[in-house]
């Protein structure tokens, strides 16, 4: 089974996809994309939508994984998020790959064990798990592969 992880941002998006081979976890890719502070929001939504639509044709996951929507301190930048997982989500419906989403709280108690997990933690069991020889260079890409590594978890629990 091939994974595309997705940590949606506004600015920057992480992507990571992971293949399950019977249960052996392997990194494909990962990386990021990325919009410039001096881009207007509806072309880094654009810039996201391409990148990610690439990746889709590029790699044919056959599931999607995204992180859910959190509630942080500020609405006006939730709803940004919520537009940019928008994007992700578009994408995932055109391409006509199914999508799941899990908390981040979920995410970080598959990759680490805690639910409270730093993303130091994350990258560390990351790393460990996939068996990379370094860390991304960007927590967003970090998130992405744990992202997709907690769907490959899930789909192994029984319904």
Do not use: W
Not at 17 to 44: A, C, N
Not at 66 to 91: D, M, N, P, Q, T
Not at 135 to 145: I, Q
């Amino acid at each position: 089974m091939r994974v595309l992880g997705i940590d949606p941002g506004t600015l920057v998006t992480g992507f990571g996809i992971v293949d399950d081979m019977r249960g052996k976890l392997t990194s494909v890719d990962y990386g990021t994309i990325e919009g410039r502070r001096k881009d207007t929001f509806p072309d880094r939504l654009k810039i996201m939508f391409d990148g990610l639509s690439k990746a889709i044709e590029d790699y044919k996951p056959e599931h999607i994984a995204l992180e859910s929507a959190f509630y942080g301190k500020s609405v006006k930048a939730a709803i940004k998020i919520g537009e940019a997982r928008g994007v992700a989500i578009l994408c995932a419906a055109a391409a006509g790959i199914p999508l799941f989403e899990y908390a981040p709280t979920e995410v970080k108690r598959a990759v680490v064990g805690t639910g409270n997990a730093q993303k130091v933690q994350v990258g560390k069991m990351v790393k460990l798990l996939l068996s990379l020889t370094e860390l991304p260079a960007r927590y967003d890409a970090t998130d992405a592969l744990a992202i997709a590594i907690c769907h490959c978890h899930r789909m192994k629990l029984p319904i």
